[in-house]
Nanobody, 121 residues
Framework: VQLQASGGGLVQAGGSLRLSCEAS????????VGWFRQAPGKEREGVSC?????????YADFVKGRFTISRDNTKSTVVHLQMNNLESEDTAVYYC??????????????WGQGTQVTVSS
């Protein structure tokens, strides 16, 4: 599977952004898709994950209530990450990744290119 991420940009604190990730290739419908992020000088961390069919959704504690992950209504291989009430601490390069099955972990099979999210305070 191949992944193409889009979205990101510069926003003021309290603002919103939406990231999108399109998976393509054989059996793309059967991959869990996750969003990860890495801030300068910090380790990569998981943000959210959605399973095929959206039956399982997980969020990191630091984004619960602010971020929403979903599959596109018309094309299920496109995954959106709606980010609301952004904080300066959310500034990072965001990556989408995919893994065959229903869960995300550190052993994701495919990664998209990163997209920069910068939140100004």
């Amino acid at each position: 599977v191949q992944l193409q991420a889009s979205g990101g940009g510069l926003v003021q604190a309290g603002g919103s952004l939406r990231l999108s990730c399109e998976a393509s290739g054989n059996n793309a419908d059967y991959y869990a898709v996750g969003w990860f992020r890495q801030a300068p000088g910090k380790e990569r961390e998981g943000v959210s994950c959605i399973s095929p069919g959206s039956t399982k959704i997980n969020y990191a504690d630091f984004v619960k209530g602010r971020f929403t992950i979903s599959r596109d209504n018309t094309k299920s291989t496109v995954v959106h990450l709606q980010m609301n009430n952004l904080e300066s601490e959310d500034t990072a390069v965001y990556y989408c990744a995919a893994r065959f099955g229903s869960v995300c972990n550190d052993n994701m099979a495919a990664w998209g290119q990163g997209t920069q999210v910068t939140v100004s305070s």
